[in-house]
């Protein structure tokens, strides 16, 4: 509930059970474990921390949201996936992460995308991702947008929430609770084998969600895509490059945001749940 919090969402009690045991769990008993403790409460079907109470409305509208404004999105991004790793060799996994994911998405939001690439190649994620995904937007030009997903051209609408090269997952350097929640929310795309890998290569993941080993997939493409670009296109000395080129993009619309304050306040919240991975910082490279 905790990790539900800090993202501004909430689950129905049979939503929450499912999340907390990793399969179907009786309604009356997640309710009685409710009543049972003195932080939580539900309101209007929705089971809250009481200090969440005064954002309540603002969750309330998330979740009542969610099922109409996600599954026009599933197959948009289920398509986008096919392209992207059709022209990314070097991408070996994809989920889709975010509010897509927890729970809690608006037909404003963007959807955020996490990958597994091959080592020297994270930049070059950045830079096709961003690139197909402008790509993308302006064929969706009408879409609703708010303060974050607001841009220049055409929407913000597919986007990259965390890049991992495939040695930074042997281990990871985190398997927080934090971490182990966004891969439990997270749902694999493309690669689910290598998202199994992850898991496998981390136990201290499973102390927080043990249901991570055997999470089902729902949304994997089938058939993986066979006709991908050959990988001797994208040499891991041209990362640099990218790297200077999604940088400055990046600076770019943090610039275009200057006078959001809530806008640039998310992505920094983003940002730091993110780290040590987030692109373009210290912290990060």
Known sequence: MALLRRRGYALTPDGLGALCVGGSMREDDVRWAVASTGDLTLVHDLVVAREGIPRLDEIRTRAAGHASAASAYIGMTQSFVRTLVACAP?????????????????????????????????????????????????????????????????????????????????????VDAGMAFELMVSEPVYGLDVYRKIVEANPPLLEHFPQLSSRPAPFLIEPAPRARLPGWLFPAWADGTARALGGAAWRYMQWTRRHRPEALARVAYVRETMRPYTLFDAAGD
């Open 90 to 174: 070097f991408i070996r996994s994809v989920w889709i992460a975010g509010s897509l994911a927890s729970g809690g998405f608006r037909d404003t939001d963007d959807v955020d995308l996490n990958l597994v690439v091959d080592d020297g190649h994270r930049h070059l994620a950045y830079v096709a991702v961003n690139t197909l995904g402008m790509l993308h937007a302006l064929q969706h030009r009408s879409k609703p947008v708010d303060d974050l997903t607001r841009r220049p051209i055409a929407p913000r609408l597919m986007t990259a929430n965390l890049i991992l090269e495939r040695r930074q997952t042997r281990p990871l350097d985190r």
